[in-house]
């Protein structure tokens, strides 16, 4: 028998301007080592197969997770040679494909394994950190060596030494309009590839925001957006013109990503580093979950999926994995409390209002390092708040009611 634990919460929804929260029960699931057969607490990547089922990849082994039976696979019992999983892709006869740390690649029929690796196979090397199958059944696998092509009968590769690359640690890769593959590295700036030819998008040559890109996922009108280890989540609108969300412009926690999920009706769920969870939803609002204001175990977040029940799965660097069952996130009709700040922008040293439909406790003004620059101390206020000489900024406001706590961005001109 598995046994899993349960959390509920009143989760916060972060807004830009006026915001809202809601008494929405969120349903937390954490599968661990202690609590399931989950081989190990590091989710280094997950994947959901046709079928529903999830597939795991940690540091000790491969597991499959199909309803509440695991299954699982590493070298004492499968055609695997590498326990150290480090990225999965499924392709369109349910196949899987896994990459691993130094066994190269391999994929599962389930019953078959098959194994391409430097020795019998045109991988550049054999640490597999992206795998992406295209619409023509093309294999793309990205390694710390080069970016490759697998056709199914012949192999074509991309480094620094054949194609001009600026980076061959390839992280991620995602197919676009008309076949476009957008493809992100580790200080080599951005690739866009069509037809084998090849495009470089860096920020001395194009403006990127970054020249690092940890995942990049596809919208539904095909535009290509990107987690960044250091600028936090952009996109490409069209030819090249980047638009970006970042701590001093939206409600995200902090611009150190690790992970990226967008999900079919447009919800951003995106992994920080160790800030938790955040997700800007299709309202185009944002909430943050971390071990301070949920039942999230880990702050630092490996991996994210979502199924076709409609749950996220959340990869911890350390406490397992978390199953987040969140409903009827970002819809309108689910917003009760209502709170608004203003006029915002405004002068350092004037007056600003609050309202809101719930009482407000207390209020916590915050700079750009984490630092209280203002407190109400507790005491219950009016409507009106007297700033103290605030220099020209974006400050983080912290509203605090029996609901909850709710954030905003202040901006001092």
């Not at 290509?224 to 936090?232: I, L």
């Not at 204001?293 to 959340?314: A, M, Q, R, T």
């Not at 917003?335 to 006029?343: D, G, S, V």
């Amino acid at each position: 028998m598995i046994f899993f634990q349960k959390y509920f919460l009143l989760p916060l929804f972060y807004f830009s301007g006026s915001f809202f929260y809601s008494q929405i029960t969120s349903e937390w699931t954490i599968y661990n080592e202690i609590n399931s057969l989950l081989p190990n607490n590091t989710i280094q990547c997950l994947k959901v197969d046709r079928q529903n089922n999830l597939w795991i990849g940690t540091d000790w082994g491969l597991a499959k997770l199909e309803g509440n039976e695991w299954t699982i696979y590493n070298t004492s019992n499968s055609g695997l040679t590498d326990n150290s999983i480090r990225s999965i892709e499924v392709d369109e006869e349910n196949i899987v494909w896994i990459g691993t740390t130094f066994g190269g690649l391999f994929n599962f029929d389930g019953s078959i394994w098959t194994q391409f690796n430097t020795a019998n196979s045109g991988i550049p090397n054999d640490f597999i950190r992206a795998i992406k199958v295209d619409s023509l059944g093309n294999k793309w696998i990205g390694t710390i060596e080069g970016l490759a092509k697998f056709d199914g009968n012949t192999w074509q590769t991309w480094t620094t030494a054949n194609a001009g690359l600026l980076s061959n640690n390839i992280t991620s890769i995602a197919e676009g309009k008309n076949q476009m593959m957008h493809i992100g590295t580790i200080n080599g700036g951005l690739l866009y590839m069509q037809d084998n030819i090849l495009n470089n998008y860096t920020l001395l040559n194009n403006g990127t925001p970054d020249n690092s890109c940890i995942t990049v996922q596809i919208d539904k009108l095909g535009n290509p957006w990107y987690a960044s280890t250091s600028q936090g989540l952009f996109t490409d609108a069209g030819n090249q013109i980047w638009i970006a969300f970042n701590v001093t412009n939206s409600g995200i926690p902090t611009n150190s990503l690790t992970t990226m999920k967008l999900d079919k009706e447009q919800n951003f769920y995106l992994g920080t580093h160790l800030n938790g969870l955040s997700i800007r939803t299709k309202m185009n609002d944002w909430l943050n979950y971390t071990t301070d204001n949920s039942s999230l175990p880990d702050d630092h977040i490996l991996s994210l999926e979502k199924d076709s029940s409609g749950y996220v799965w959340i990869g911890t660097y350390s406490k397992g994995l978390v199953r987040l069952n969140e409903s009827a996130l970002g819809t309108s009709d689910q917003k009760i409390n209502k709170t608004e700040i203003f006029p915002n922008p405004t002068e350092g040293n004037s007056v600003i209002k609050v309202v809101s439909s719930a009482p407000l406790k207390e209020i916590l003004i915050l700079d750009n390092q984490g630092k209280i620059i203002f407190q109400s101390n507790g005491i219950e206020f009016d409507n009106e708040i007297v700033l103290p000489n605030l220099l020209s900024g974006i400050y983080s406001v912290q509203l605090i009611s029996n609901n909850g706590i709710l954030m905003n961005k202040l901006l001092i001109r």
